[in-house]
């Protein structure tokens, strides 16, 4: 299986600060990869899909980036509804895996 | 508008099998270029994909829980099943369905899950 590990596990930041997350593949996933969103007690959410596409709806100060092993999502100037914890996901192979989380929150 | 929705039994004891229902509204799980994923997560903890089908039925399951997952779906109900045999307390989690879209890449099929369910928690208690 395809191994995702995300960093950090948990930041926290500013209201206005550039954000940024890390995953990476154990092997290369080209660019099937997806980052979601979730907040306390609620479903995850899909912010990016093929590594860098915006989910339709989605707020522009969210990006993705990365091919091959290493993917980042941005959030440019954090907002305080951005506290929740961000997943990636690898769709390359036939059993999907997800990261570990990264939680994100407001100082 | 796109729904889905997981239910199922709430409590279920050591051994038993866990069977959930996705039933689906706003899209057909006969769309060549859609299908459906189970998800689930532990309480405090990290999501874990489960399996997925498509409409042509082909299917993928979890590679540490093939030998105990079983999915199928009836298309004229709208709906997914999900079988998990012999039930641990460690199977505690809140299972979530969520649609998969299908597009393409450089000329290889690439998918994204969207929108989820609202998940249904499922305790594992004698």
């Known amino acids: 299986d395809i191994h995702m590990t995300q960093s950090p596990s948990s930041l926290a930041a500013s209201v206005g600060d550039r954000v940024t997350v890390t995953c990476r593949a154990s092997q290369s996933i080209y660019t099937y990869l997806n980052w979601y969103q979730q907040k306390p007690g609620k479903a995850p959410k899909l912010l990016i899909y093929v590594a860098s596409s915006l989910q339709s709806g989605v707020p522009s100060r969210f990006s993705g980036s990365g091919s091959g092993t290493a993917f980042t999502l941005t959030i440019s100037n954090l907002q305080p509804e951005d506290s929740a914890t961000y997943y990636c996901l690898q769709t390359y192979s036939s059993t999907w895996t997800f990261g570990q989380g990264t939680k994100v929150e407001i100082k | 508008q796109v729904t889905l929705k997981e239910s199922g039994p709430v409590l279920v004891k050591p051994t038993e099998t866990l069977t959930l229902t996705c039933t689906v509204s706003?899209?057909?799980?006969?769309?060549?270029?859609?299908?459906v994923s189970w998800i689930r997560q532990p309480p405090g903890k990290a999501l874990e994909w489960l399996a997925h089908i498509f409409s042509n039925d082909e299917k993928s399951y979890s590679t540490s829980l093939k030998s105990r997952l079983t999915i199928s779906k009836d298309n004229s109900k709208n709906q997914v099943v999900l079988s998990m045999t012999n039930m641990d307390p460690t199977d505690t989690a809140t299972y979530y369905c969520?649609?998969?879209?299908?597009?393409?890449?450089?000329?290889?099929?690439?998918?994204?899950?969207?929108?989820w369910g609202q998940g249904t928690l499922v305790t594992v208690s004698s």
């Open positions: 706003g899209f057909s799980l006969s769309n060549a270029r859609m299908g």
């Open positions: 969520a649609r998969i879209l299908v597009g393409a890449v450089t000329g290889r099929f690439t998918y994204w899950l969207d929108p």
